[in-house]
């Protein structure tokens, strides 16, 4: 039986004027998957597959030190 992988989005607030720096550094991180833009209450919206929380844990808290992320929100999903 092969172990489904943890999803989770994480919406960040951004400095402004550090968008491209903060997305720069966000993709390096392996978990995380996908990087998008956004127009609103959030800049971004990252999505990150791991293999446990606690990895989650990690990367998240790598996402929160980079300078210029200014909020974070996590949303860990389950499939329906």
Same mark, same amino acid.
């Given at each position: 039986? !092969?172990? $489904? ?13 550090? $968008?491209? $720096?903060?997305?720069?550094?966000i993709k390096k991180i392996? !978990?995380?998957k996908e990087v998008f ?32 992320? $200014?909020? !974070? ?8």
């Amino acid at each position: 039986m !092969t172990e $489904e992988k943890t999803l989770a989005f994480v919406l960040v607030v951004v400095a402004i004027g550090a $968008e491209t $720096e903060v997305i720069d550094e966000i993709k390096k991180i392996n !978990t995380v998957k996908e990087v998008f833009s956004t127009y609103g209450s959030w800049d971004l919206i990252i999505r990150i597959e791991v293999d446990n929380i606690k990895l989650l844990d990690k990367t998240i808290t790598s996402i929160r030190k980079i300078p210029g992320v $200014e909020y !974070t929100e996590t949303l860990v999903c389950s499939k329906v």
